[in-house]
C-alpha cells in the first residue's frame, strides 16, 4: 500500500518568510496529492491540491510542486503570516481511501 | 453550505465501557469517511461508506469498532468496550464520491475528542 513520508515534522519561521514542507510517496500509481491545514481542536482543511497531470499549482501565497519521476511533491508558503501556523498534512491515495503524512508543525513568529 | 457535522465534541470514559459518535456529512455526499487521529499523528481511515454500504473496513478493529450508515446519510462509529489506545480524535470527513485513486476532495468535520481512563 501507500507509504507517506514527510518533513519537517517541525518549522519555526519568522513572520514574511517563506515555509516549505515535502512529502514523498511510495505508489506510482498515485495521481491526487491534496494538502490540509488542522488548527487546535478543528478538523482538517483542504487548502490546496494538484493532480498528476501538471507539475504546479499556485493559489495566492500557497503553491504545491509534484515532481512523479521522483515521486514527491512540496507545499510552499510564501509571505507567511502569524494565522499560518498550523498543522499541515499531505496525502496521498492509497485504492479507496487517503494516507496521510505525519505532518509538519508550522509557526510563524511575529 | 453546511460542513460536516460530528458530536459530541469531547467524550471521556473508563476503559471498557461504550462510547458512539454521530456524523452527519455535506448534503448530497454519497461518501463517508471515519478517521482516527492519534496525538502528534496523521488521520489513519477506519471505515468508508459509499452510500449505506462499506468500501473499505480492511483497518477497523472489528472486534471492538463497529459503524453504520443504514439510510446513506448520518453515520454512527462505536467502540465497545474501550482501551486506553484508543484515545484519539475521531474525524468523520465526507465527498461527492469515492472509490478512485484519483479522489475527490474530502471535507473533515471537528471530530469527536475521546479520552479512556
Known amino acids: 500500500g501507500e507509504n507517506v513520508e514527510q518533513h519537517p515534522s517541525t518549522l519555526s519561521v519568522q513572520e514574511g518568510d517563506s515555509a516549505v514542507i515535502k512529502c514523498t510517496y511510495s505508489d506510482s500509481a498515485s495521481n491526487y496529492f491534496p494538502w490540509y491545514k488542522q488548527e487546535l481542536g478543528k478538523g482538517p482543511q483542504l487548502i490546496i491540491d494538484?493532480?498528476?497531470?501538471?507539475g504546479e499549482k499556485k493559489d495566492q501565497r500557497i503553491a504545491v510542486t509534484l515532481n512523479k519521476t521522483a515521486k514527491h511533491f512540496s507545499l510552499h508558503i510564501t509571505e507567511t503570516q502569524p494565522e499560518d501556523s498550523a498543522v499541515y498534512f499531505c496525502?496521498?491515495?492509497?485504492?479507496?481511501?487517503?494516507?496521510f503524512g505525519a505532518g509538519t508543525r508550522l509557526t510563524v513568529k511575529p | 453550505e453546511a460542513g460536516v457535522a460530528q458530536s459530541p465534541r469531547y467524550k471521556i470514559i473508563e476503559k471498557r465501557q461504550s462510547v458512539a459518535f454521530w456524523c452527519n456529512p455535506i448534503?448530497?455526499?454519497?461518501?463517508l469517511y471515519w478517521y482516527q487521529q492519534i496525538l502528534g499523528q496523521g488521520p489513519k481511515l477506519l471505515i468508508q461508506f459509499q452510500n449505506n454500504g462499506v468500501v473499505d473496513d480492511s483497518q477497523l478493529p472489528k472486534d471492538r469498532f463497529s459503524a453504520e450508515r443504514l439510510k446513506g446519510v448520518d453515520s454512527t462509529l462505536k467502540i465497545q468496550p474501550a482501551k486506553l489506545e484508543d484515545s484519539a480524535v475521531y474525524l468523520c470527513?465526507?465527498?461527492?464520491?469515492?472509490?478512485?485513486?484519483?479522489?475527490?476532495?474530502?471535507?473533515f468535520g471537528p471530530g469527536t475528542r475521546l479520552t479512556v481512563t
Open positions: 494538484i493532480r498528476s497531470n501538471v
Open positions: 496525502a496521498a491515495p492509497n485504492n479507496n481511501d487517503m494516507r
Open positions: 448534503s448530497g455526499h454519497a461518501t
Open positions: 470527513a465526507s465527498s461527492l464520491w469515492g472509490g478512485l485513486a484519483g479522489g475527490p476532495e474530502q471535507y
